[in-house]
């Protein structure tokens, strides 16, 4: 399950990428359904995140799963869009998803 340390860097990275996208916590938080203090409870790692939320964001901030999970992978899915003028597919394979349950249940 999640701890203290992972909470924080899904956190962390969710109010990264929000702010790369030049977006308010206001308006994330309209468009997920909760509160802007849960957003900012969320992004404080004070709260749990659910994979659904997270899913949202990932739609929200058209980015991957892997962005939230991991500092490194955000930044290197900026600088691929940068570079290529393109976003990355945003379609998960059956695979991609497990995978991503596996390191969930882990406590990445």
Known sequence: MYDEKCLSKIGAN???LR?????????VAVRLG???THL???EC????????QLLRLANIFD???EAFLDGQKAEEWLTAEAETGQEEDKLY????????????????
Do not use: A, P, W
């Open 63 to 65: 980015c991957r799963l």
């Open 14 to 16: 969710i109010k990264f």
């Open 45 to 52: 790692g004070r709260v749990k995140c659910s994979l659904k």
């Open 93 to 108: 394979s059956k695979s991609d998803m497990e995978q991503l349950l596996k390191l969930v249940k882990k406590g990445i």
């Open 34 to 36: 909760i509160s802007q």
């Open 19 to 27: 702010t790369l996208r030049k977006l308010r916590q206001q308006d």
């Open 40 to 42: 900012s409870n969320m």
